[in-house]
């Protein structure tokens, strides 16, 4: 199905691009929320468009929160697990972004559009015979240990401003992230429509949880992005 509707959404922008309607939708997308939601339903699967339209892949709430949070942080410290067009987003927003990201394939696709500030990792997973240490409940990934992956963010120094936890054993990274945000730091957990995503958050009591649930960008229905931060108690602690 997923296929389907990326090849679909491919074929409707060859059209609107030929007809010159993609343009006035461009231009559109530039003054209206709308017009830049529906456009980025043409852009789907598309790291050059998405990136050319200048849009992380959360909900546009959430986007509108990072944002506001950026502009109260100049020179903030980003780290990210999973990257992609947020990569991008984020290093032309703050002062470092350091991604990891487990497929060297997308990885060598990041590399050339990577801006100034933003520095990507690779950290494979790796194939064993049995559980994984860190896995991933992701369909496919059974027998794979993401434990580079997650560690990760261990190799950056000092506490960090913003965390951004959007990639494989999602669960994990939480687990790491917690106790390396600076005092009123966040982080951004996408897709917390997975219950094994919201069950990770319930377990947590050191934690405030912000959700936000409405239009994504490239999808024509809502998801949910949850924005986390520590209690000013445990950042005291």
Request: proline share 5%.
């Amino acid at each position: 199905m997923r296929r389907g509707y990326v090849a679909l959404l491919r074929g409707l922008r060859l059209l609107l691009r030929v007809t010159g309607l993609l343009g006035l939708l461009d231009r559109a997308a530039r003054r209206w929320p709308t017009a830049l939601w529906v456009r980025s339903w043409f852009a789907v699967y598309d790291l050059d468009d998405l990136v050319a339209l200048d849009l992380p892949w959360w909900t546009f709430e959430a986007v509108e929160a990072v944002e506001a949070f950026l502009r109260g942080r100049p020179g903030a410290t980003v780290f990210e697990w999973g990257s992609g067009a947020s990569t991008v987003w984020l290093g032309r927003r703050s002062g470092t972004v350091h991604s990891v990201e487990h497929d060297a394939d997308w990885a060598t696709r990041m590399t050339p559009v990577l801006p100034p500030g933003a520095h990507l990792r690779l950290a494979p997973a790796v194939r064993v015979d049995g559980r994984a240490t860190f896995g991933s409940a992701k369909p496919g990934f059974d027998h794979l240990d993401f434990t580079d992956y997650v560690a990760a963010i261990d190799d950056v120094p000092g506490l960090l401003d913003l965390i951004i936890i959007d990639g494989r054993a999602r669960e994990h990274c939480l687990e790491r992230a917690v106790h390396r945000l600076s005092p009123g730091g966040l982080i951004v957990l996408d897709n917390v429509e997975r219950a094994r995503y919201r069950e990770a958050l319930a377990r947590r009591d050191d934690v405030d949880v912000r959700w936000t649930r409405g239009r994504t960008p490239t999808l024509p229905y809502p998801t949910r992005t949850a924005l986390v931060s520590r209690r000013e108690a445990q950042v005291a602690s």
